[in-house]
């Protein structure tokens, strides 16, 4: 694992005339990821490097937490615990799932005032940009002096702005090493696999897996993603051809794949729809894709064997799996979120941007929050194929870096024996 005094490039701790004293105020919202708390202790440790931020405090779930008054001193906790809180997954400080009301801003800028909070950061992804960017507007138009800034994090990799984001790399990495696996069971006992994969709207986690092949034999064979509609004729011929061709077939598929008219097929097969308060319609913690999927195959052709998996939530904090470039750089976003404020900055989100060149770099830029906010970054056209049904080698030499160096497999060169 990455150790957690990873110093990023970027503006340095010297204060500006614009820099304010006060209490510092960090929370967590969202999914949790892997390495969302690389984040947390990264704001923490930069923070305490400097006499402008007297106390350091954590709300427990996200902006409940402030609306409840529960936080806790992050000053007292000593550097051991970080650390160890940094190497662990999901979200030490909990998380949440709301959008504030226009009630809730009056009673958060109450909170902040009681406690003299003048430094605000909501580690999260489009949604939690969003909530940062109401409350950021609020408080201009209360005159309330605050300096507040959104963290980046999304398994998803879908934020404006962002190259990509802290979460996808390990998230990336779990579901390539879980298809390398999969695939090396589909070749022992053939059939289609089926394996339903997050992305609400963009398809780069789904995209990931492939990632997984080590030949032109190997798995997924198939990918599908929400950025191209899906026809289950289409499906069913490719799932023929690949299984024609190779006696077996994997494939990956997005959670948010949808038809021609944007309705997401998952939905055809479910009796209710249940929403979150950004207005989400549930699409994990189902495997209700994964068995349409099937059915259709076993109903449509001759296979066997078909069988589906939905990875559902342990993409997100899977342990033991973490992408040493992604803890890296969920560590420095945070600090360098830390430092931007400190330095004067009012506002803004902090983003990944991939500096050009063959060698892999980056560099954590500040934004605009409201450029982050809400809206979804997709898969560029360049990294989907023409028939809308697997990555091309760009994705792969984007991705690669950023998920990390993956297992080799063996196989046996199955020498036959002449026959007696």
Known sequence: MVPVHFKPKGRGTMASKKTIEGNMLIAQSGGPTAVINQSLVGAVLEAKKNKEIKNIYGALHGIQGILDENLIDL???SKTTLEAVANTPSSALGSVRRKPTPADCVAIFRVLEKYNVRYFFYIGGNDSAETTHILNEEAKKAKYPLHCFHICKTIDNDLRQNDHTPG?????????QAFMGDDLDNI??????????MGRQAGFLTAAAALARQDETGGPHLVYLPERPFAMSRFIKDVKAVHKKFGRCVISVSEGIVDAKGTPIVTKGASAKEVDAHGNVQLSGTGALGDILAQEI????????????TFGYLQRSFAGC???TDAKEAFGVGAAAVKEAIGGARDGSIAIKRKPGRKYAVEFKRVPIRSVAKETQHMPAKFI?????????????????IIGKLPQVGKLKRIPVRKA
């Open 75 to 77: 000053k007292k906790e």
């Open 168 to 176: 996808f790399g390990s998230a990336g990495k779990f579901v390539a």
């Open 188 to 197: 022992a006992l053939g059939g289609v696999k089926i394996n339903v994969v």
């Open 298 to 309: 076993k109903r449509k052709t001759s296979i066997a064997r078909v069988r589906a998996d």
């Open 322 to 324: 973490v992408s040493e």
């Open 385 to 401: 194929n023409a028939a809308g049904n697997n990555v091309t080698q760009a994705f792969i030499d984007y991705a690669a870096p």
